[in-house]
């Protein structure tokens, strides 16, 4: 299966919008420039007609250029190692990717082979979410990824200690890619599972949950995660912009889950609460 790369040239308060409005249409990885940035989607899931009535909704915000192109598969990789940087989060976790060397000095190495996944590290949600998991004690914990892209929260689960893992993501090049990941950073006991939260009926309770997906499955979806999360546990939102916040929280209260701190970059936020 091919690729298509939509590169997008627009003011920065303006490609976050586009950014969350492009996730709403299957687009699942980012790339920021200096210009815009660069969306991906899979050739199946494209349609040309979407975007178009996306940008033209906001032609009149100011000036959008754009324009796609396909990527064969074959060439992924290339692409990646062309422009994929290693990545240093909260002084302690490297995201790098196997054609890096190692770097020195730092507590957890994660390496990750995207492969057309959500989740290198470098977009803002996925710092974040892990500047959040470095707060809360993994240690013997059963943890739920929803949306896992490339497993790398799942990963850094892992290195902090938690017995059990389960990922979830409803891409199936996603959840092959996660599975991969997980196992090349010596986690081969850790679940990748396609679907979306109807596949966590009949699951036990989780100690730690993280769902890094967008703010309308977070609000459609938190009722279900919440059942899953016995009191006192935390469970860790990313995926929505500073202004949505006070939505999430909304929900989350009427879920049982109290709000406890969160982390904001580039307007966009990563939010803690526990369960009542």
């Not at 192109?69 to 909260?90: D, S």
């Not at 710092?127 to 799942?154: F, P, S, W, Y």
Request: include cysteine; charged fraction near 25%.
């Amino acid at each position: 299966m091919d690729f298509v790369e939509v590169r997008v040239q627009a003011p920065r308060e303006l490609a976050d919008i586009l950014v969350a409005e492009l996730s709403q249409v299957g687009f699942d990885t980012f790339e920021d420039n200096d210009e815009g940035f660069c969306a991906y989607t899979t050739e199946d899931v494209f349609n040309p007609d979407d975007v178009a009535e996306i940008m033209s909704r906001y032609q009149g915000t100011d000036v959008i250029e754009y324009d796609h192109r396909i990527i064969t598969r074959q060439n992924w990789n290339a692409e990646w190692e062309k422009n994929f940087q290693p990545l240093i989060i909260a002084d302690k976790v490297s995201v790098r990717a196997p054609f890096h060397p190692k770097p020195e000095g730092v507590e957890y190495d994660i390496v990750i082979m995207p492969r057309m996944s959500f989740g290198t590290g470098h977009h803002e949600t996925t710092a974040l979410m892990i500047e959040n998991q470095l707060t809360v004690d993994h240690q013997g914990k059963r943890v739920l990824d929803m949306g896992c892209g490339t497993g790398i929260l799942a990963i850094m689960a892992g290195m902090l200690g938690a017995r059990e893992i389960l990922a979830v993501d409803v891409e199936p090049w996603t959840v092959e890619n996660a599975r991969d990941n997980v196992q090349d950073n010596g986690f081969p006991e850790a679940e990748c599972r396609l679907g979306g939260v109807e596949v966590l009926e009949g699951e036990a309770p989780f100690d730690i949950i993280l769902a890094n997906i967008n703010r309308n499955v977070l609000l459609e979806d938190m009722h279900a995660y919440a059942a899953l999360l016995p009191a006192g546990c935390p469970i860790i939102f990313s995926g929505f912009y500073e202004e949505d916040l006070s939505k999430i929280q909304e929900e989350a209260k009427k879920q049982g889950l109290a709000y406890q701190s969160n982390r904001k970059k580039n307007n966009w936020v990563s939010a803690i609460f526990t369960k009542l």
